[in-house]
């Protein structure tokens, strides 16, 4: 059997937010989490899978508690774009260093000593010769999330699942399942509802771009081992968030 025949998807989104990198840790960047997250990374690409990263910067500067504190928005907010440029390079050091996979980092924003700028058919080329694609600095306009910037680039390279990987929460909850133990989980939520209850899938704007284009979401725990691979081929996992339940 053909490896592209083992997987489900073709070409999937995958976001990572912040609080993946920082793993255990209180802040920053765990080198062990973002070596367990390339290697599970890795595992489908083995596969054939094309695969696209947008990475949020939480674990090292927030805007919103920085906007609180009385900073510039629009300041706050460029300064966590430059927070998703670092995990986007750490993360891109530990898919070439210790997986082999050849990787490349796209910017929203003009910081080409580091990062290619982000041009939609280069990044699909990337994609075409199997090279894992990062694209950091969200959209590059301060206002919007890496959640919108998820659902953007989802939409411009034509992916055909968006995998939202969240860190010790393995699907979308009626409630805080951490503060509500009995909270219920939801197998499947349709955009519509997903919008109307707030459940904190991601934001109104990144959810209405899916439900526009048809990506299917699915919110899942990257700390599950495997569970990115089980997702492409097939397997039940997190919660899906689409048009209609599909068997």
Known sequence: MDKEEDAKFSRVLLKLSGESFKGNRGWGIDPDAVEYMSAEIRSICDLGVQVGVVVGGGNIWRGAEAENEGMDRTLADHSGMLATVINALALQDALERFQSVPTRTQSAINIQQVAE??????????????????????????????????????????????????HAVDGVYASDPNIDPSAKRFDFLSYSDAIERRLGVMDTT??????????????????????????????????????????
Not at 138 to 145: A, D, R
Request: charged share 25%.
């Open 206 to 247: 990144a959810l209405s771009l899916c439900m526009e284009n048809r990506i299917p979401i699915i919110v899942f725990d990257i700390f599950s081992p495997g569970s990115i691979q089980r997702l492409v081929q097939g397997e039940k996992l997190g919660s899906l968030v689409a048009d209609k339940w599909s068997e």
């Open 117 to 166: 700028p982000y041009i939609r058919r280069r990044a699909i080329r990337h994609l075409e010769k199997s090279r894992v694609v990062i694209f950091a600095a969200g959209i590059g306009n301060p206002f919007m999330t890496t959640d919108t910037a998820a659902a953007l680039r989802a939409t411009e390279i034509d992916a055909t699942v968006l995998l939202m990987a969240k």
